[in-house]
């Protein structure tokens, strides 16, 4: 046997453990993406249940014609706005919510310094 015949036959394994990691690693990457979705579908339900609910309250406003400054002020102070209502009000970021936030250039700079060290 030569050098040559004991690498190559060293490396028809490898070769073919290599082929089998890159297609399971194919076939992972497009199983997951579908395995999230179907495992957060109660999020999903949810989200569509309030986009239905405000495409009903766009619908119905534009069908109405326009309305008058006192109409649309009553609505815009029932929510965030007179179509949306309060619909995810409470994951939008406001003032009254963001005391505690913190900068992108804050951000930078403590991960700046747990590199190096200064503090």
């Known amino acids: 046997m030569t050098l040559h015949s004991i690498k190559s036959s060293l490396l ?11 297609c399971s690693l194919l076939l992972l990457s497009h199983a997951l993406p579908a395995m999230a979705i179907s495992a957060n579908k109660s999020a999903l339900t949810d989200g569509t249940a309030q986009l239905s609910n405000i495409e009903k309250k766009s619908q119905d406003a534009a069908k109405s014609g326009l309305l008058n400054g006192k109409q649309v002020q009553k609505e815009a102070n029932k929510g965030i706005n007179e179509i ?26 403590g991960a700046f310094e747990s590199v190096t060290g200064k503090g």
């Open 12 to 22: 028809r394994p490898a070769k073919a453990l290599l082929v089998a990691f890159v």
């Open 84 to 109: 949306q209502g309060a619909a995810d009000a409470d994951k939008m970021n406001r003032p009254s919510n963001s005391q505690d936030a913190v900068t992108v250039l804050d951000q930078v700079k």
